[in-house]
C-alpha cells in the first residue's frame, strides 16, 4: 500500500467517526418512534402549526440576514479589490479578527450593548435621546446575524473578485460604459461564484442558529433550530429532533446543489 494511501487513514477515520456515524444516527432516531418501529411522522412533524411557524420564521430572518450582508459585502469587496495588496488584505484581517473570538462570547457581547440598561441605552440617556428596545425582538436576532456571518459573504466575494482581470474593466469602459453599466455586465456577472457561495454560507447557519435567537431573542423567539435544541435537551425526543433534523438537511443539500451549479470550479471559496 502507498504512502499516500497511509496518510489518508487518519481523515477516513475522522470523517467514520465524527460525520456519517452522527449522520446516520440522526436518519435512524429520525425515521423511527421510541419503540423503534418505522415511521415518517417526526418528518412530517414539520407541518405542524408551532414547528411550520418557527420555520417559517427562521426562513424570513436568515433571508434578511442574508440579504443585509450581500448588500453589506458587494460593496465593500468592490472597495478592497481596488485597494493595494497590503491595505486590502489589512482590512479583511480587520474583518476576519472578530472570528478568533468566541462564537458565544460575541453574541454575549451584543446583549450588554443592546439589553435594556446595557452600553447603547446608556450612552443615549448621556445624550438625553430616546432609549432604544431592540433586545428579544427579531431585529435583534437578524443583527446578530448579520455581525457573526457577514465575514463568510465577504471572503468569497472578494475571493472572486479579486481574480477578475483589470484588463475586462478597462475594456468596459473604452467602449463607453458607465459605472452601472460595468456593475451590471460585469462585475454582477463574473461575481456570481462568490456570491452564491457567501448567499450558501450565510443563510445554512442563520437558518439552524438557535444560539442566538436565544441570547438576543431572550428565548422568546422561537426558531426552528430552537425548537430541534429543546426536543433534545429539554423534552429528551431524540426521534422527534432528529426528523427535525433531516428536514433541515435537506434546506443544507438544496444549498450545496446550488453552489456546484453555480460554482461548479470552485472559484467561489473563500479559503
Not at 451584543?110 to 438625553?128: D, R, Y
Request: proline share 4%; net charge positive; glycine share 8%.
Amino acid at each position: 500500500m502507498s504512502d499516500r494511501k497511509l496518510l489518508s487513514f487518519p481523515y477516513i477515520i475522522w470523517m467514520i467517526g465524527f460525520t456519517i456515524i452522527p449522520l446516520a444516527l440522526i436518519f435512524v432516531f429520525g425515521l423511527t418512534d421510541r419503540s423503534g418501529a418505522f415511521t415518517f411522522e417526526n418528518v412530517a412533524a414539520i407541518a405542524r402549526a408551532d414547528h411550520a411557524k418557527a420555520l417559517g420564521l427562521s426562513l424570513a430572518l436568515s433571508s434578511i440576514s442574508t440579504l443585509i450582508c450581500l448588500l453589506l459585502a458587494f460593496p465593500l469587496s468592490m472597495i478592497l479589490r481596488g485597494k493595494k495588496l497590503g491595505s486590502a488584505s489589512f482590512v479583511v484581517f480587520i474583518f476576519i479578527l472578530p472570528m478568533w473570538m468566541n462564537f458565544l462570547l460575541r453574541t454575549l457581547a451584543w446583549q450588554t450593548l443592546l439589553e435594556k440598561n446595557g452600553v447603547i441605552n446608556g450612552f443615549l440617556t448621556a445624550l438625553h435621546l430616546k432609549n432604544i428596545a431592540i433586545i428579544n425582538t427579531p431585529g435583534a436576532i437578524v443583527l446578530g446575524m448579520v455581525y457573526n456571518f457577514l465575514p463568510f459573504m465577504i471572503l468569497p466575494i472578494y475571493n472572486t473578485m479579486s481574480k477578475i482581470d483589470d484588463s475586462i474593466i478597462e475594456a468596459a469602459r473604452d467602449l463607453g460604459a458607465n459605472f452601472g453599466q460595468t456593475l451590471l455586465r460585469i462585475w454582477l456577472p463574473l461575481s456570481v461564484p462568490g456570491i452564491v457561495s457567501g448567499i450558501t454560507m450565510v443563510f445554512v447557519p442563520a437558518l439552524t442558529t438557535f444560539v442566538i435567537s436565544n441570547i438576543l431573542g431572550g428565548s422568546k423567539i422561537l426558531l426552528i433550530g430552537n425548537v430541534i435544541e429543546e426536543e433534545f435537551t429539554k423534552a429528551s425526543n431524540w426521534n422527534l429532533g432528529s426528523g427535525l433534523s433531516i428536514v433541515m438537511m435537506i434546506f443544507i443539500l438544496i444549498s450545496m446543489s446550488v453552489i456546484a451549479k453555480y460554482d461548479k470550479n470552485g472559484e467561489g471559496a473563500a479559503f
